[in-house]
């Protein structure tokens, strides 16, 4: 139980490159904090420089108010879950989890009585005399935990634990993950590319990109009230749409149509600093087909009518998705954003798409006209070029329309 | 079934060429001086007289102490040389390490027959020749590269988040190799050993261009200075028994370590 702090912490390599950029952020004693970014973005090597196995070039680490940037991994007192698991394949599943009390030269009866806790915790009881050659992902997986919870560490460190196994255990063992922290309540630092698995799981959420903290934040709040464009862009399934914008006459013109401006907004946009082209992001959840609309909401909104391109019924919802003409909203944030989604694999077109997510009930058709409403409160809009939320107040984004 | 029985006639064919020299060397071993050139293949009068004649003389028992010894000395230095060096090529970036890996290539590729003249001259001057640490040092360098190659080939193969994990676990670095690391190198260690072995124990071009005497001579060697009982005897027997008895060794080596060469030790270590 431990509370971990980094100080400016710096990690640049031989050759020039720096993957992480003097990053701060204090964790606090139990807590679940989730560094979320695509690939490259430094949040496994910031782990690793938690856990030691990477030096830090400059800045300082302290856990439990000691600063620990010198000290060999084994002196931290840290547990580690690795993405390969990294299970030691010679030894039986009883003397993987047994190994790091071995090494603390514990006696052996009370190595059997820990192993054996941590066995029934994770439900493997019947698994240690195994070799982890002839056990399923999930147990290899779940023998990974019970190495790292057996000794009781002041932190437990995971890197991607959960990416090597499939869809539905995945999200199984995500349930776990979650209670068993609640229940062991150890600081924990878990690594992740998955933004559901960071949204699901953490108590607050770090986002990363290029090796600096672009957010931090509990998993609404970076949801709703998103810091720049690439928090945006990266955080929720199916991502934010995303349309470029510029102010004229009080209006923000659009390839929808004309939006509304609030007094706020105007004032915002008048300064001489505010940027003359935008863009606008709205996530999916906040259109509805209009005829749905109860009267009380439509003034919120705007409408606006458009082909339909594609509907994907999930049953709960639909996933309607419309051409919108004008071209997709550009900016080095999307840039990123795209590439991480493997946007470079699909066929590029110049027609902006809009993902909306309509109730069950909508009567939508592939290729007819549909009147749609969006919610006016619920739009965000970015600078480009720094990618910043100029609609956020006070650190809440409140929408376009609010007075 | 077709195929099955391809293959199997395929395989009868391969041991049956591989066997019937070896064979035809027991079968000789066995045979009569009288009898020797009969051409049968099994031979009709049973002797173990060329047996008890070669270790009656000294020559031969000297001979095998001679290669034992320095081919045993041999493969545990080259080996343990071998494991550190490969060790520090598949798990560390320090300048010149494309280097080496060129040189122990460019070594193992040299022709060794045109190193024979330059090392006779050098180990007559320092001493060296005709003595155990004549042969150990040439089979060392030739022995090095060969085990250097298998087992970087092995250490890459074993996952480097073992390492990380056993030090996150507590494991200085010297105990994260000896308790994690060494266990699963431990199969590409006893095959390179024996691949070291067999190495040392069959060289023939250095054995006789850097040895004079009884004292530092090995058995392939020996053999060649067999003769008969008399100047016109022929010591195809003698020669031939030697041969089996120095087939022993390897065999023995091959049993002994075979049982800790079980593929495919690292499997579960990861995903796979």
Known sequence: MADIVLDKVTKSYPDGTTAVHGIDLEIADGEFVILVGPSGCGKSTTLNMIAGLEDITSGELRIDGERVNDKAPKDRDIAMVFQSYALYPNMTVGENMAFPLKLAKLPKAEIDKKVNDAAKVLDLTDYLDRRPANLSGGQRQRVAMGRAIVRSPKVFLMDEPLSNLDAKLRVQMRTQVSRLQKQLNTTTVYVTHDQTEAMTLGDRVVVMRGGRIQQVGDPQTLYDHPNNLFVAGFIGSPSMNFLPATVAEGKLRTALGDLPLGERMQRVLAAGDAPRELVLGIRPEHFEDAALVEDRQRSHGYEFTAPVDLVESMGSDKYVYFNVEGGAATSADLADLAADAGGADLPSSDQASLVTRLSAESRVRDGASTKVWMNLDKIHLFDPKDGRNVTLHEGRAAGVAAS | ?272
């Open chain 2, 1 to 272: 079934m077709n195929t099955k029985l391809r293959w199997g006639l395929l395989d009868a064919v391969v041991v049956v060429f591989a066997l019937v020299p070896v064979l035809w060397v027991m079968s000789l071993s066995f045979k009569t001086a009288a009898t020797l050139t009969d051409g049968n293949f099994i031979p009709r009068d049973w002797t173990l007289d060329n047996y008890k004649l070669i270790f009656q003389t000294d020559q031969f028992v000297r001979a095998l102490i001679n290669s034992i010894g320095i081919a045993l000395i041999s493969t545990v230095i080259a080996v343990v040389l071998g494991t550190m060096a490969a060790y520090a090529i598949s798990r560390l970036d320090f300048p010149g390490k494309s280097l080496l890996v060129g040189v122990s290539l460019l070594i193992a590729m040299f022709p060794q027959v045109s190193l024979v003249s330059p090392l006779f001259n050098i180990e007559r001057q320092t001493g060296l020749f005709d003595t155990w640490p004549g042969l150990i040092l040439p089979y060392i360098t030739f022995a090095l590269p060969l085990a250097i190659y298998t087992l970087s080939a092995f250490f890459k193969q074993i996952p480097w988040d073992l390492e990380k994990a056993a030090k996150m676990d507590g494991a200085t670095q010297g105990e994260a190799f000896r308790k994690v690391i060494a266990p699963l190198a431990a199969p590409g260690v006893f095959t390179t050993a024996i691949l070291v072995f067999i190495f040392c124990w069959n060289d023939f071009l250095f054995a006789i261009s850097l040895t004079s005497t009884e004292q530092s001579r090995t058995v392939p060697v020996a053999l060649s200075f067999f003769t008969g009982a008399s100047q016109f005897e022929d010591p195809t027997g003698a020669i031939s028994a030697a041969a089996v008895v120095i087939t022993i060794p390897i065999i023995l080596f091959v049993l002994f370590f075979q049982k800790r060469i079980v593929a495919g030790l690292t499997s579960g270590a990861v995903k796979g």
